[in-house]
């Protein structure tokens, strides 16, 4: 209540004050934001429960404290730490729109992939007006950071994400000071899908920047960022060491070791073969800095264990 006794200007300044908190709060308008993928998204006032359809936006929210907000994910997120024991399991390529709509999601962060089977599965989650929001299926470091940022914009975590972006590139730098120094690099053949289907990375994709950055040659290094080779272009490129992350068959490095004609390889010759983490290396988060290390102290362990 405004006093009668007070100065008749200051009562109106508080009359002018209280008039305008009035008009803002009636004409506060939803946050409307743009996602990675060019889709615009109307989002919820707050943001308690999430459902999160693949691994990297999992690792991501539970890197940025959201862990316990999510009430389910893909089923390739099992087993990421940080996951709350309730989390329900289900497949987004093929998503149950009653049983999303039960769990009363506030946003769901879907990723590129769900789409690529040419129609998007959660039409009617939106029209349903859940708010979902696309991450890309990312080719760069720069990405990451990216859907990192995103992320945390959208759940109010931004501080956490500036902190775990600055760890990135604080290690990144690391790995790129001692590689300054390496003159005679290893030629090396990255394998990511295996005989008789042999696909390899390139340009355009996180995985080539992160063999730059620890000083490694790939031989491949001008094809695309997922390209099919030949078993032949490998003996021809006779890398000297072999690295795979194939994770979905029987010991891939023996496999590798034991391919006819391979034992001409310098690679194989020399059993320079080796797995590297899937999860660490295939994921586009900020996990890339663990398949850093391991690809870092693999190649060179001279240089960086």
């Not at 200007?9 to 934001?33: N, R």
């Not at 272009?233 to 795979?244: G, H």
């Not at 020399?270 to 850093?292: E, F, G, P």
Request: proline fraction near 5%.
């Amino acid at each position: 209540m405004i006093r009668k006794n007070l100065p008749a200007y200051i009562i109106l300044i508080l009359m002018v004050a209280i008039v305008a908190l009035i008009i803002t709060a009636c004409s506060s308008e939803p946050t409307t934001v743009t996602d990675r993928m060019g889709n615009e998204v109307v989002l919820p006032e707050q943001v308690n429960s999430i459902i999160s359809t693949s691994p990297a936006n999992t690792e991501i929210l539970v890197a940025l404290g959201m862990g316990d907000k999510i009430v389910a994910v893909d089923k390739y997120s099992e087993g990421i730490t940080g996951l709350n024991a309730e989390v329900v399991l289900i497949d987004f390529m093929n998503p149950d729109a009653e049983t999303i709509v039960s769990l009363n999601p506030d946003i769901i962060i879907a990723s590129e992939i769900n789409t690529l089977g040419g129609s998007d599965p959660f039409a009617v989650l939106k029209e349903a007006g859940i708010p979902v929001v696309y991450q890309p299926l990312t080719d760069s470091i720069q990405g990451i950071y990216d859907d990192i940022s995103f992320i945390a914009e959208i759940t109010g975590s931004t501080e956490k994400a500036e902190v775990l972006i600055a760890g990135m590139q604080e290690e990144i730098a690391k790995y790129q000071e001692i590689s300054a120094g390496i003159t005679e690099k290893k030629r090396v053949y990255f394998e990511i899908s295996p005989a008789p289907d042999l696909f390899t990375i390139g340009k355009g994709s996180y995985l080539q920047e992160m063999l730059e950055i620890v000083g490694v040659d790939n031989v491949f290094a001008d094809l695309g960022k997922g390209t099919a080779i030949s078993s032949e272009a490998v003996l021809e490129a006779n890398p000297e060491i072999i690295l795979t992350n194939v994770n979905y068959i029987d010991n891939p490095v023996e496999e590798i070791k034991s391919r006819e004609g391979w034992d001409s390889i310098t690679a194989v010759a020399q059993d320079q073969v080796y797995y590297i983490d899937s999860n660490t290396s295939s994921r586009a988060t900020h996990n890339i800095v663990k398949a850093l290390k391991e690809i870092a102290e693999t190649v060179y362990p001279e240089f960086y264990e």
